[in-house]
């Protein structure tokens, strides 16, 4: 929890915390798993680079992507500059980081973001706006992604994880 800072008026939070970006994504595959999304870690977005994780929901007239950016420090969290061109790829972005790392005060408007409890659990602390997902290229690398995860279920540039793990389930290359 963030701890105020009596003389500035701001609060202070934790530089780390002992969990990690693949116990966060583990938390969100649990919460969006359960409601048929497709799940994706570290799914590559060719030059724009890899988001940390991504869950598409798929109706019968669009695709609706979600894009998380995991934090687990601040400094992470202060230094990264990359994270406005996902927001080309996706209706809804959110900052996924342990409960209290990141204010909701402390982001853009539009901006979301979610705190995951020691327990695992997923809460919304401030919802991100929801953007026009137009067709174009964009949406054509998310449904390749979606494609590849299930021709390489275990290990590809994209990688899966599974719920209670910590690891993602990878094969090392050359295991048969």
């Known amino acids: 929890m963030a701890i105020v800072n009596e003389r500035k008026g701001w609060p202070t939070y934790p530089h780390t915390t002992n969990k990690t970006a693949n116990d966060i994504c583990a938390s969100l595959l649990n919460r969006h798993d359960g ?102 290229p964009e949406k054509e690398r998310i449904l390749h992604r979606v494609v590849r995860k299930f021709m390489y279920p275990r290990g590809g540039l994209d990688r899966m994880i599974q719920p209670g793990h910590s690891e993602p389930l990878c094969r090392p290359r050359g295991d048969k």
């Open 35 to 136: 409601r048929g999304e497709i799940c994706i870690q570290e799914a590559e977005m060719g030059v724009d680079g890899r988001v940390d994780f991504m869950a598409v929901k798929f109706t019968w007239h669009h695709i609706d992507p979600t894009v998380y950016e995991v934090k687990v420090s601040r400094s992470d969290f202060k230094a990264d500059k990359k994270w406005p061109k996902y927001l080309k790829y996706c209706s809804r972005f959110y900052f996924a980081c342990p409960e209290g790392l990141i204010a909701p005060e402390e982001l853009e408007p539009g901006i979301g973001l979610v705190w995951v409890s020691d327990d695992g659990f997923v809460r919304i602390q401030k919802k991100s706006k929801i953007r026009e997902f137009k067709s174009g």
